[in-house]
Nanobody, 126 residues
Framework: VQLVESGGGLVQTGGSLRLSCKVS????????MGWFRQAPGKEREFVAS????????WYGGSVKGRFTISKDNAENTVYLQMNSLEPEDTAVYFC????????????????????WGQGTQVTVSS
């Protein structure tokens, strides 16, 4: 399976970005997809997840109300719309696929995601 993220970049505080993650090699509709991020010197952090059957979505506390996860089964793509960005959102963002674990219970568990993308850098300037 291959996951390829895109859409990262440099944005000012208060700006917006939309990340995309294109999935190939698996039946996309059977996957629960997640976004995680890792800032320099910090552990990887759960950002958002979307279940196999939408509209089940879950968010980390620091992004709730600002970020929106969605997916397009026809395009085999999951998105992360990020609004009201803050310098604290600066990180490498990874998308990940969960094919085996129950998404309603393990949506924020890194070990539940067996496949990962290479990451895309998001930098928010103050």
């Amino acid at each position: 399976v291959q996951l390829v993220e895109s859409g990262g970049g440099l944005v000012q505080t208060g700006g917006s970005l939309r990340l995309s993650c294109k999935v190939s090699g698996r039946t996309f509709s059977r996957l629960s997809m997640g976004w995680f991020r890792q800032a320099p010197g910090k552990e990887r952090e759960f950002v958002a997840s979307i279940g196999r059957i939408t509209p089940s979505t879950w968010y980390g506390g620091s992004v709730k109300g600002r970020f929106t996860i969605s997916k397009d089964n026809a395009e085999n793509t999951v998105y992360l719309q990020m609004n009201s960005l803050e310098p604290e959102d600066t990180a490498v963002y990874f998308c990940a696929a969960n094919s085996d674990y129950q998404d309603t219970l393990y949506y924020n568990a890194e070990y539940a995601y067996g496949d990962w993308g290479q990451g895309t850098q998001v930098t928010v300037s103050s």
